[in-house]
């Protein structure tokens, strides 16, 4: 076998492992619910599931390697995961497509409009607890607060001022 070959494979198999449970789970529960802290939960189950194979088969591995491909393998599926679910530019090129590849700006705001993209994500950060409503104001709750402040910190080693 090719050197790292096993490793490889495990990493393939730890991955197979967590896109057999990921998805039917994603579309049983929808994008909202099935939301990352399940990702890693189902991620790690996957690297497990796939080095107990190895260690059970009696196969030396280098556990860090298959940890390493697994992660690669997963950033790129976060990456086109997140792109899917969250991408606007997607999103109005679907709409194009299922009107026939063109509309004017007015009916891309009619079929997409930033008001309906404002009150799903508003509903959302509602749901995850980061921002609460009360009489039709929004407030930002502790756990918002401290999102924001580790995303901030995070950024700052990227981008300066707001993003998004």
Do not use: K
């Not at 929808?30 to 088969?57: C, I, N, S, T």
């Not at 918002?144 to 995303?151: A, I, N, P």
């Amino acid at each position: 076998m090719v050197e790292g070959g096993i490793e490889i494979a495990l990493a393939g198999l730890a991955f197979a492992i967590f896109l057999g449970i990921h998805v039917p789970v994603w579309m049983r529960l929808g994008a909202y619910r099935a939301g990352f802290a399940l990702m890693v939960f189902l991620w790690a189950l996957g690297l497990v599931a796939a080095l107990g194979v190895a260690r059970w088969l009696e196969i030396p591995v280098h556990v860090l390697t298959v940890i390493a491909i697994d992660g690669c393998l997963m950033a790129f599926y976060m990456h086109l995961y997140t792109g899917m679910l969250r991408s606007v530019s997607l999103r109005l090129l679907g709409e194009l497509l299922a009107h026939d590849g063109e509309l004017d700006p007015s009916q891309l705001a009619e079929v997409y409009s930033p008001a309906a993209m404002l009150d799903g994500r508003l509903a959302w950060l509602v749901e995850q607890g980061w921002i609460g409503e009360t009489e039709g104001r929004y407030r930002l709750t502790p756990s918002g607060r401290r999102l924001l402040q580790r995303r901030n910190r995070l950024a700052s080693f990227f981008v300066e001022g707001p993003t998004g």
